[in-house]
């Protein structure tokens, strides 16, 4: 693997600000431009720590959104919905947000200013059912760009209403194949959304970012690894939220295997092991899937071969993992502490490896090393089968649109 190539691949995603690139050309968007006067509108106002309002993922005591895909949810009366963004908002951020089972719409907001997100004119606004009441989600699009909430607004007279949180939660803990880097929709068309929001009735956390290693170390700009930045991100209160992971999907040692970090082996073991034992200690009924890693193809004579990394020692950590050493006297790490700590009641196995290797193809990996949507895609599709037969969990969507402008088609039926 050339070592340039992956010095591009896994820089941090280029600003784009409202412009998708499709095979290096502009791709038509048309996102609405949502910006409105708010003195000039006659709404009821609610403040960014109203009740009502669910926020998904991980967000601060100031409402500033972080890691891959965070999102709010709510209820609303009426035909109304707009947001104030904070001071703290990156300006031209990309959201996507809609009512019910409707598709997405896409648009960027502004510090500071208020968006019109959800008007008589919103399709579907007039029906009752199956969502009723009419059910407001919002995402943001890339990990990098975080948004503040300022205000919630509703029509005048109208109100939220608080809408509980599915009963099936998954985290995702990643870098950014996770995060969705490279894909048309960043955090929005990566494959860990896509198996979040593709199971249907579940909430779903991505906590990744891109060139994060697993290993407590300088990664790509990231002064610090997961098993360090999973516990204690730049958020106080995302512990205290609805938080609850049955099922945490890690997918992580594509940055330590660059020798660009100059990860060892050992340090890679040690790091992964001390996450998953922090994520037992944390969530102790959580069944945890470890990812195989996919590097990337290469062109092999004639024909093409895939690079895997870490392949013996992501074995070895799921194999330690389902040991009776380890399963008789359980440990917890918490992220900071040097040593772990043996927890007082023995484990039953909950460590799953899911194996990636002929999921992707070589024309699945974008130019910049990344899945294209349709590899994000696939990997998503399998995963999802793989928790449904694993674990049981039924797909219960079963028709709102989970990735958006992925309709191709022929309407021709002979050339
Ligand atoms: C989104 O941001 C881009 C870049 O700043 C800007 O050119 C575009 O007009 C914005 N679109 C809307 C609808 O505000
Ligand atoms: C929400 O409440 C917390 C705790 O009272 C406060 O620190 C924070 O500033 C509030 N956030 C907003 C956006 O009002
Ligand atoms: C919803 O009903 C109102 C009032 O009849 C109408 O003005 C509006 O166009 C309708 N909206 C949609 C999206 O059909
Ligand atoms: C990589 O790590 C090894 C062992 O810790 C160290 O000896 C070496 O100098 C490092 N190389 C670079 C380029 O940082």
């Given at each position: 693997?050339?070592?340039?190539?992956?010095?591009?691949?896994?820089?941090?995603?280029?600003?784009?600000?409202?412009?998708?690139?499709?095979?290096?050309?502009?791709?038509?968007?048309?996102?609405?431009?949502?910006?409105?006067?708010?003195?000039?509108?006659?709404f009821r106002t609610y403040g960014?720590?109203?009740?009502?309002?669910?926020?998904?993922?991980?967000?601060?005591?100031?409402?500033?959104?972080?890691?891959?895909?965070?999102?709010?949810?709510?209820?609303?009366?009426?035909?109304?919905?707009?947001?104030t963004?904070?001071?703290?908002?990156?300006?031209?951020?990309?959201?996507?947000?809609?009512?019910?089972?409707?598709?997405?719409?896409?648009?960027?907001?502004?510090?500071?200013?208020?968006?019109?997100?959800?008007?008589?004119?919103?399709?579907?606004?007039?029906?009752?059912?199956?969502?009723?009441?009419?059910?407001?989600?919002?995402?943001?699009?890339?990990?990098?760009?975080?948004?503040?909430?300022?205000k919630v607004h509703?029509?005048?007279?109208?109100?939220?209403?608080?809408?509980?949180?599915?009963?099936?939660?998954?985290?995702?803990?990643?870098?950014?194949?996770?995060?969705?880097?490279?894909?048309?929709?960043?955090?929005?068309?990566?494959?860990?959304?896509?198996?979040?929001?593709?199971?249907?009735?579940?909430?779903?956390?991505?906590?990744?970012?891109?060139?994060?290693?697993?290993?407590?170390?300088?990664?790509?700009?990231?002064?610090?690894?997961?098993?360090?930045?999973?516990?204690?991100?730049?958020?106080?209160?995302?512990?205290?939220?609805?938080?609850?992971?049955?099922?945490?999907?890690?997918?992580?040692?594509?940055?330590?295997?660059?020798?660009?970090?100059?990860?060892?082996?050992?340090?890679?073991?040690?790091?992964?092991?001390?996450?998953?034992?922090?994520?037992?200690?944390?969530?102790?009924?959580?069944?945890?899937?470890?990812?195989?890693?996919?590097?990337?193809?290469?062109?092999?004579?004639?024909?093409?071969?895939?690079?895997?990394?870490?392949?013996?020692?992501?074995?070895?950590?799921?194999?330690?993992?389902?040991?009776?050493?380890?399963?008789?006297?359980?440990?917890?790490?918490?992220?900071?502490?040097?040593?772990?700590?043996?927890?007082?009641?023995?484990?039953?196995?909950?460590?799953?490896?899911?194996?990636?290797?002929?999921?992707?193809?070589?024309?699945?990996?974008?130019?910049?090393?990344?899945?294209?949507?349709?590899?994000?895609?696939?990997?998503?599709?399998?995963?999802?089968?793989?928790?449904?037969?694993?674990?049981?969990?039924?797909?219960?969507?079963?028709?709102?649109?989970?990735?958006?402008?992925?309709?191709?088609?022929?309407?021709?039926?002979?050339?």
């Open positions: 693997m050339e070592l340039k190539k992956w010095l591009l691949a896994l820089m941090l995603g280029s600003i784009v600000e409202g412009t998708i690139l499709q095979n290096g050309q502009v791709r038509d968007t048309n996102f609405p431009d949502t910006k409105i006067d708010l003195v000039a509108s006659d960014a720590n109203a009740s009502e309002l669910s926020y998904k993922g991980r967000w601060d005591s100031k409402k500033v959104s972080y890691w891959s895909a965070p999102g709010l949810v709510f209820g609303f009366s009426g035909d109304t919905v707009a947001i963004f904070g001071e703290h908002t990156i300006d031209k951020t990309l959201i996507g947000y809609r009512i019910g089972g409707m598709d997405w719409t896409f648009t960027n907001v502004t510090a500071g200013g208020t968006h019109l997100l959800v008007s008589s004119k919103t399709p579907g606004i007039n029906e009752t059912y199956p969502v009723n009441p009419q059910r407001f989600e919002m995402r943001v699009s890339n990990w990098g760009y975080g948004v503040q909430i300022d509703v029509g005048a007279g109208e109100s939220l209403i608080k809408i509980p949180p599915y009963e099936r939660t998954i985290e995702f803990i990643g870098d950014s194949l996770s995060a969705g880097d490279f894909q048309s929709y960043e955090g929005l068309s990566s494959f860990a959304y896509g198996v979040g929001e593709g199971l249907g009735e579940t909430e779903y956390y991505v906590t990744a970012f891109p060139g994060i290693c697993v290993a407590d170390q300088e990664c790509w700009g990231n002064p610090r690894g997961q098993v360090h930045q999973w516990f204690y991100s730049s958020d106080t209160s995302w512990r205290a939220a609805e938080i609850w992971g049955d099922i945490v999907v890690i997918n992580l040692g594509t940055n330590d295997n660059n020798i660009a970090n100059n990860v060892s082996a050992e340090a890679y073991v040690d790091a992964y092991k001390k996450l998953i034992q922090g994520v037992h200690g944390k969530y102790p009924s959580a069944q945890v899937v470890v990812m195989e890693l996919w590097l990337g193809f290469y062109q092999y004579g004639n024909s093409y071969a895939q690079n895997q990394g870490f392949q013996q020692e992501l074995e070895d950590i799921v194999t330690y993992f389902n040991s009776e050493e380890y399963l008789s006297a359980p440990v917890t790490w918490d992220g900071t502490t040097e040593t772990t700590k043996t927890l007082d009641t023995p484990s039953k196995p909950f460590v799953y490896y899911f194996r990636t290797k002929g999921i992707l193809q070589h024309n699945d990996i974008g130019p910049q090393w990344h899945p294209t949507d349709v590899g994000a895609i696939k990997v998503a599709s399998h995963l999802l089968q793989y928790i449904k037969l694993t674990f049981g969990w039924d797909l219960v969507a079963t028709g709102p649109e989970v990735f958006h402008e992925t309709l191709y088609w022929n309407d021709q039926d002979s050339y």
